[in-house]
């Protein structure tokens, strides 16, 4: 089996999510200094690239046959309201033990650790996520995985991904239009880490990587 998780991986050259996740948060450290910042566009363009890395790249987790196929990825429509800034990374206060073992795609358990939550308003109500780490994984980056109401039917059943990085000023943001499905959705052969319980929101987040529709289909 294949470990991936794009925030862990070592081969931080080689590995496309992890880059555009670079370019998205470099792009994004420029909003709040420039009134005329095309979020929207900017957002789009790394969809683009994401695309292309898809259908091109040797490193593409598509399998060499369909990808003369591929015309991009499915995504909800970019929401702006679904970024949310200046979070702080609140100490876990959880029941669940700090450091445990998460299970993976493939019948797995890596080595995880609870590094703090984030609360943020949507839908009039307060939300909170745990971030975590993985071994082998950044010193700084943060690993969301998430479940909502979407998943199982228009998103991937375990669950989609945030990789975050802090701010120059120290806060984090939580940005539900990055939001990208695991390797194992195009691919058996990767070990992804299943989202646990806790981070399961009880209502729909409409941003991000979505499944296509004929695939969402039929999973209802």
């Given amino acids: 089996m294949t470990d991936e998780h794009e925030h862990d991986h070592a081969e931080h050259d080689h590995d496309h999510d992890h880059a555009e996740h670079g370019h998205e948060h470099e792009a994004h450290e420029h909003e709040g200094h420039d009134h005329d910042f095309d979020y929207v566009g900017a957002v789009e363009d790394e ?60 019948g797995q358990l890596r080595p ?64 539900f239009n990055l939001a990208y499905h695991p390797y194992c959705v195009y691919a058996e052969s990767y070990s992804c880490p299943l989202t646990p319980a806790e981070n399961r929101l009880p209502t729909r987040i409409e941003a991000g990587e979505r499944l296509a529709e004929e695939a969402s289909a039929s999973t209802e």
Avoid: M, N
């Fill in 47 to 106: 969809r683009a690239r994401k695309d292309a890395w898809f259908k091109g790249s040797p490193s593409s987790p598509l399998p060499h046959e369909i990808r003369h196929e591929f015309i991009g990825l499915p995504y909800f429509a970019v929401d702006p309201a679904l970024r949310f800034e200046d979070l702080a990374l609140e100490p876990y206060a959880g029941d669940e033990p700090s450091r445990f073992q998460i299970p993976t795609s493939d």
């Fill in 112 to 175: 995880a650790h609870r590094a703090g939550t984030f609360t943020f308003e949507h839908e009039g109500a307060s939300r909170r996520l745990t971030a975590y780490t993985l071994d082998g994984g950044g010193s700084e980056s943060l690993f969301v995985p998430f479940l909502d109401t979407t998943s199982g039917r228009e998103t991937y059943g375990a669950g989609r991904y945030l990789d975050l990085e802090p701010e120059l000023d120290g806060t984090y943001a939580l940005d």
